[in-house]
C-alpha cells in the first residue's frame, strides 16, 4: 500500500505541476494577477506617498517656471504730509507695484529644469514600483516554498499512516514484531509534528504576503518568460532610467544657476500724487528698473551646490549601470544553475522513489526490516520534497531574471 502511494506522490513532480498545484491550494484573487498584486502592494507602501509628494513638487516647479513673472509683485505705498505753516500743509501720495522680471535665457532654463524635475518623478516611480515587485516576488516566493514542503510533509504523512497500518496488520497476522508497530506507528506521529510546522510556516508566510499587499490569496503564478539574456544592462531599465533622469535634472539645474548669477531685475511703475493747500494738486507716473549686482558671495556657494549635484548624478549613474550589469549576470547564472539543480533533483527524487519501491516491495517479502524500509522513505521523501522546492525556485529564477532585465510584471 506505501508503495501505492510513493508511485502517486512521483506524478507531482515538475515544474508545472507544481506552480499550479501551488495556485490552486488558494482562494482566487479578484484581480487575478501580478499586476495587480504589485499594485495593491504599492497603493498600501510609503513610497507611493512619496511618489505623489515628487509629482506635486514637479508640477509646481512648473507652474512657478511658467510664470509671466520671475517671482511675486509687490505694491508700494507711500504717503508723506508737510506742514509749511499754520494753517497750510500739503500731502504727497505715491502708490506704485513692483515686477520681478526674468533674466535673459532664465525662464526658459527653469522650464527646462521643471520638466526634467517631472520626467525624474516619472522614473523614480517606476523604479519603486520595479522594487516593489521584487518584494511581492520575495513574499509569493516564500508562500509557494512553504506551500511545496507542506504538500510533501502531507504525502509523507499518508504513506507512513499507509506504512503503519500494514505493519499493524501484519503484527496482527503474526508476520511481525509488536517493535515494528511502535517503531512505524512512531514516526507516523513525528511526521504529523513536521506536517504541522510546515503549515504553521506556510501561515506565517500567507500572513507576511498578506501584510504586504493586503490581498489574502495569491494570483496564479505568471508564466516563465522566453526569449535569450542580454549581454548587458538595458536601456529602458527603471532603475537606470531614473538614474539618468536625475542625472539630466542635475544638469538642467546647473544651467538654471548659470543663468541667475544675480536676483531678479524689477520694474516699478509708480503713480504720483501732490496736493498742497491753496494750490493745484500735482500729478505723475513714474517709471524705474531695479538691478541687483551680481557678487561671487552669493554665486559661488549655488554654484558650488548645483556642480557638486552633477558630479554625485554622474557617479550614480555610473555606479547604476555597473550594479544592473552585475546583477543581471547572477541572474542569468542563477537561472541556468536553477534549471540544472531542478533536473538533478527531479532525476535524484525519481530514483529514490523507484529505490523505496523496491525496498518495501523486499519489506512485503519479509527480506527487509522494518528500519531500512523507513529510512528508504525518508529519504524519497526528503528527495521529493527538495524537488519540489527547486521547482518553484526554477520558475522564480526565471522571473527574477526578467525583473534583473527591468521587466515589470
Same mark, same amino acid.
Given at each position: 500500500m506505501a508503495?501505492i502511494v510513493?508511485?502517486?506522490a512521483?506524478?507531482?513532480?515538475?515544474l508545472?505541476?507544481?506552480?499550479?498545484?501551488?495556485?490552486? +491550494?488558494?482562494?482566487p484573487?479578484p484581480?487575478?494577477?501580478w499586476?495587480?498584486?504589485?499594485e495593491?502592494?504599492?497603493?498600501?507602501?510609503?513610497?507611493?506617498? $512619496?511618489?505623489g509628494?515628487?509629482r506635486?513638487?514637479?508640477?509646481?516647479?512648473?507652474?512657478?517656471?511658467?510664470?509671466f513673472?520671475?517671482?511675486?509683485? =509687490?505694491?508700494?505705498?507711500?504717503q508723506l504730509?508737510?506742514?509749511?505753516r499754520? #494753517?497750510?500743509a500739503?500731502?504727497?501720495?505715491e502708490? #506704485?507695484i /513692483?515686477l520681478?522680471?526674468w533674466?535673459p #535665457?532664465?525662464?526658459d532654463a527653469r522650464?527646462?529644469a521643471?520638466?526634467?524635475?517631472a520626467q @525624474?518623478?516619472?522614473?523614480a516611480?517606476?523604479?519603486?514600483?520595479?522594487?516593489? *515587485?521584487?518584494?511581492?516576488?520575495?513574499?509569493a516566493? !516564500?508562500?509557494?516554498?512553504?506551500r511545496?514542503?507542506l504538500e510533501?510533509a502531507?504525502?509523507?504523512a499518508?504513506? %507512513?499512516?499507509?506504512l @503503519?497500518a500494514d505493519v499493524?496488520?501484519?503484527?496482527k497476522?503474526g508476520e511481525?514484531a509488536r517493535a515494528?508497530? %511502535?517503531a =512505524?506507528?512512531?514516526?507516523?506521529l513525528?511526521?504529523?509534528d /513536521?506536517?504541522?510546522?510546515?503549515? %504553521?510556516q506556510l501561515?506565517?508566510a500567507?500572513?507576511?504576503?498578506?501584510a504586504?499587499t493586503?490581498l489574502?490569496a495569491?494570483?496564479?503564478p505568471?508564466p516563465a518568460?522566453r526569449?535569450?539574456a542580454?549581454? #548587458?544592462a538595458?536601456?529602458?531599465?527603471?532603475?537606470? &532610467?531614473?538614474?539618468?533622469?536625475?542625472? *539630466?535634472?542635475?544638469r538642467?539645474r546647473?544651467e538654471?544657476v548659470r543663468?541667475?548669477?544675480?536676483?531678479?531685475? $524689477?520694474?516699478?511703475?509708480r503713480?504720483?500724487?501732490?496736493?498742497?493747500?491753496?494750490?493745484?494738486?500735482?500729478?505723475?507716473?513714474g517709471v524705474a528698473l531695479?538691478?541687483?549686482?551680481?557678487?561671487?558671495?552669493r554665486?559661488?556657494?549655488l554654484?558650488?551646490?548645483?556642480l557638486?549635484?552633477? $558630479?554625485l548624478?554622474?557617479?550614480?549613474?555610473a555606479?547604476v549601470?555597473?550594479?544592473?550589469d552585475?546583477?543581471?549576470g547572477?541572474?542569468e547564472?542563477?537561472a541556468?544553475?536553477?534549471?540544472?539543480q531542478?533536473?538533478n533533483? +527531479?532525476a535524484?527524487? &525519481?530514483?529514490?522513489?523507484?529505490?523505496? =519501491?523496491?525496498i518495501?516491495?523486499?519489506?512485503d517479502?519479509?527480506q527487509?526490516?522494518?528500519?531500512?524500509?523507513l &529510512? @528508504?522513505?525518508?529519504q524519497?521523501?526528503q528527495a521529493?520534497a527538495a @524537488?519540489?522546492?527547486q !521547482?518553484?525556485a526554477?520558475a522564480?529564477?526565471?522571473i527574477r531574471?526578467?525583473?534583473?532585465r527591468?521587466v515589470?510584471?
Amino acid at each position: 500500500m506505501a508503495g501505492i502511494v510513493i508511485r502517486h506522490a512521483s506524478g507531482l513532480l515538475g515544474l508545472a505541476f507544481v506552480l499550479q498545484a501551488a495556485a490552486q +491550494t488558494a482562494a482566487p484573487v479578484p484581480a487575478g494577477d501580478w499586476r495587480s498584486a504589485v499594485e495593491a502592494a504599492w497603493q498600501r507602501s510609503v513610497q507611493a506617498a $512619496e511618489a505623489g509628494g515628487q509629482r506635486r513638487s514637479a508640477l509646481a516647479e512648473r507652474a512657478a517656471a511658467a510664470s509671466f513673472w520671475a517671482g511675486s509683485p =509687490a505694491v508700494e505705498l507711500e504717503q508723506l504730509r508737510k506742514r509749511q505753516r499754520p #494753517g497750510v500743509a500739503s500731502r504727497e501720495t505715491e502708490l #506704485g507695484i /513692483a515686477l520681478p522680471l526674468w533674466l535673459p #535665457g532664465q525662464r526658459d532654463a527653469r522650464l527646462a529644469a521643471a520638466e526634467a524635475q517631472a520626467q @525624474a518623478a516619472a522614473a523614480a516611480t517606476d523604479a519603486a514600483r520595479l522594487q516593489m *515587485a521584487r518584494s511581492v516576488l520575495d513574499a509569493a516566493a !516564500a508562500v509557494l516554498a512553504r506551500r511545496a514542503e507542506l504538500e510533501s510533509a502531507e504525502l509523507q504523512a499518508q504513506a %507512513l499512516q499507509a506504512l @503503519a497500518a500494514d505493519v499493524a496488520r501484519r503484527v496482527k497476522a503474526g508476520e511481525l514484531a509488536r517493535a515494528d508497530a %511502535l517503531a =512505524a506507528d512512531a514516526e507516523h506521529l513525528a511526521q504529523l509534528d /513536521a506536517q504541522a510546522q510546515a503549515k %504553521l510556516q506556510l501561515q506565517a508566510a500567507e500572513a507576511r504576503w498578506t501584510a504586504l499587499t493586503g490581498l489574502a490569496a495569491m494570483p496564479p503564478p505568471p508564466p516563465a518568460p522566453r526569449g535569450a539574456a542580454p549581454s #548587458g544592462a538595458p536601456v529602458e531599465h527603471p532603475l537606470l &532610467r531614473e538614474a539618468t533622469a536625475r542625472l *539630466a535634472l542635475a544638469r538642467k539645474r546647473l544651467e538654471s544657476v548659470r543663468l541667475s548669477r544675480r536676483d531678479a531685475p $524689477e520694474l516699478i511703475v509708480r503713480a504720483h500724487q501732490e496736493v498742497a493747500g491753496g494750490e493745484p494738486d500735482t500729478r505723475g507716473i513714474g517709471v524705474a528698473l531695479r538691478i541687483p549686482l551680481a557678487t561671487a558671495d552669493r554665486n559661488e556657494p549655488l554654484m558650488s551646490a548645483a556642480l557638486a549635484e552633477v $558630479e554625485l548624478a554622474e557617479a550614480g549613474e555610473a555606479e547604476v549601470r555597473r550594479r544592473l550589469d552585475l546583477e543581471l549576470g547572477d541572474a542569468e547564472r542563477e537561472a541556468e544553475a536553477a534549471r540544472r539543480q531542478l533536473d538533478n533533483e +527531479t532525476a535524484r527524487a &525519481r530514483l529514490l522513489r523507484e529505490r523505496a =519501491a523496491l525496498i518495501h516491495t523486499s519489506f512485503d517479502a519479509g527480506q527487509t526490516p522494518l528500519p531500512d524500509t523507513l &529510512r @528508504a522513505l525518508s529519504q524519497a521523501a526528503q528527495a521529493e520534497a527538495a @524537488a519540489r522546492r527547486q !521547482a518553484v525556485a526554477a520558475a522564480l529564477a526565471v522571473i527574477r531574471l526578467e525583473q534583473a532585465r527591468g521587466v515589470m510584471p
